[in-house]
Every structure is written in C-alpha cells, then in structure tokens.
C-alpha cells in the first residue's frame, strides 16, 4: 500500500513538473518571437509615431506604477495612467509576468496596431521592455475611458443624449470598415464589447485591446479555430458553436454593443417582459413590435425617430443572428 502512494504521488511529481517545463518553454518561445517582432520594426523603421521608450521615463510617468494611477486590471495586465516629462498624458499596459496570454497579447498588438492608423482606433505610441520581465505598451490617455462606464451608469448616462449615441455607434462603425476594408490588413478584432471602446475628452469613440485580433487574407473570407476567444453575449452563433470566424464576427458583435448604446441595457442579463425572462437581443424583439411598445422600451429613441431605422435594421439582424459587412451596415 504504501509503495503504491509512494508511486502515485512519484507520477503526479513527474507529471507536474513535464508541465510545468513545458510552460516555461511556450514562455520562452513567446518572449523570442516577441524580440523578433520587436527587432523587424526596428529594421522597417516604417512608423514614425511608434516609439521604444525608456523604463524609467515610463516608471517616473505612472509614480512607480502606483494604486493611486492604476486604472484597471485586463487579461494582459494591470493599466496604469501617467503623464511623460513633455507633458502628454499616457495609459500603460504593464505584462504580468509569466503570463502566456500576456505575452500573445503584446505580440499581437505590436504586430497590429502599430500598423493601423484611424481616428476610431486607439494609437499605440510604443513599448517599452527591461531585460526578460518588463514588457509594457504605451498608448494615448483616453480621458473618459471606457463606454460601459456612461451607458450602463443612469447618472453619466445622462450625459449622453440621443444625438450623442448616434455619433457613438457611428464613430465605432467607421473604426471597423477601416478595419476590415480600407486599412493595410484586413483585420478582425473579435471581442468587440462596450470596455473596449474608449471615448476621449469630447466622447468620441476608439476601439481598443487588439490583443484578440486577427488577420485575414485579402481572398479569405472566412476561418475555422478551434479555439474560440472573445465575451459572452457578443460572440455570434457560427462563432460560438462552429469556431468559424469572419468580418461578420464583428459585425454581429457591434450589433449587440448598438443594443446596449440605445437601450442602456448589459447583452449579458435578462429582462422581464410579461412574465417571461428575455436576453438583450430576444428582448428587443419582442418589444419592437408594435412601435408604441418600442417607444416605451427605449424613451430615448423617441426623441429622434427619424433616425430609429439604424436602430430597426440592427434588431432584423439581430434576430436572425446573420449580419451582413460593416460596409453595407454603414451605407
């Protein structure tokens, strides 16, 4: 007896530990295809706007990183807010360390976003790196951060009238075309949700974390993955059951985030409409029709009917779960 838990526990050890070197080898791999990433810019030199910066300049920045500057913690990491000696305020990414999906993450977004260039989008200003630790991205300070915080807040929500929304889903509609259609790469962002839309100080709306992206060949319309990424509640069916991945994937998702925007409403809860228990999207359905209904439900839409047929085209799509592309969308 005891020479088989001697065994079993000798084989647990064993097993432990094969995982445990193999971990640390996928990190390895990742922190040199991350170097190689790093060293091709250089050699391109190619975006001016995209710089390396020095740790401590970054580390004096964010007050050595501190609470008081933290802004959020992410699957990359903890977000910090700080200010550079010229003045420009920042938002740092720092890398947790160890982390796997960390280190996906920066290569994907050094590889992706240093390369886009929109009004919509985020600008990644650089990075910054010390030694096999420290591997942080620097962007532009968005000073009202995140969408989620107005829209699904009743006192900041006020801030955002009818007019405002529209120009919202308008901003974040034409980030995407560029995305997919008239930027280098045609890029799909897969986890497009109200966090990851971030509004400046005169509440225009950039897309970021395009550590989940992906790109797509210019004669590919479609992929198969095995491994499916983004949130619950923006993720479209063919996505979530078939792991196919399309331009369509985004689309579907801005769909439900153009939900949220109008309704004030979280895609990830349940509303009661007589006596029944409805998702955001199958919610809206049953509401829209007859108008009076629709009006009741969303009292904000009410004020600027003309524009409701946005609103009316996203719930038909939303409900047959089959959206079309951005460019038709827009048009």
């Known amino acids: 007896m005891v020479m088989f838990i001697s065994c079993l526990f000798f084989h647990v050890w064993v097993k432990t530990q094969q995982q445990r070197e193999h971990a640390i080898l996928k990190l390895r791999q990742m922190s040199l295809a991350i170097q190689s990433v790093i060293s091709l810019w250089r050699m391109e030199g190619s975006n001016l706007g995209f710089s390396q910066y020095d740790y401590s300049h970054i580390k004096e920045a964010t007050n050595n990183f501190s609470v008081d500057n933290k802004l959020g913690q992410g699957g990359f990491g903890p977000v910090y807010k700080g200010r550079l000696s010229s003045g420009i305020k920042i938002a740092v990414k720092r890398l947790e360390t160890c982390s796997l999906q960390g280190l996906l993450e920066f290569q994907n977004e050094i590889q992706l976003i240093s390369k886009l260039q929109h009004k919509n989008l985020v600008k990644l200003l650089g990075y910054c790196t010390k030694g096999e630790q420290e591997k942080m991205l620097v962007y ?19 801030q955002l009238n009818w007019s405002k929304r529209m120009q919202i889903i308008d901003g974040i509609a034409q980030g995407l075309l560029y995305l997919h259609n008239y930027s280098r790469l045609c890029v799909v962002h897969r986890d497009l949700k109200a966090n990851n839309i971030l509004l400046d100080g005169e509440m225009n709306p950039k897309i970021s974390d395009f550590g989940m992206a992906r790109i797509f060949c210019s004669n590919v319309e479609e992929s ?15 996505y979530a059951f078939h792991g196919v991945c399309s331009i369509k994937s985004d689309v579907f998702s801005f769909g439900v985030l153009t939900l949220e925007i109008i309704s004030s409403k979280r895609t990830a809860q349940f509303y009661d409409y007589n006596g029944k228990l409805y998702n955001l999207i199958s919610y809206v359905s049953v509401t829209l029709i007859p108008s009076r209904t629709f009006i009741y439900a969303y009292p904000l839409a009410s004020k600027c009917r003309p524009q409701c047929y946005l609103f009316h085209k996203t719930c038909y799509f939303g409900r047959l779960g089959n959206f079309g592309v951005m460019k038709n969308l827009v048009s």
């Open 224 to 238: 198969n993955t095995t491994t499916i990424v983004g949130t619950h509640g923006y993720i479209p069916p063919e």
């Open 140 to 158: 532009e300070y968005m000073e009202n951060k995140s969408l989620d915080r107005f829209i699904f807040d009743n006192v900041k929500g006020a």
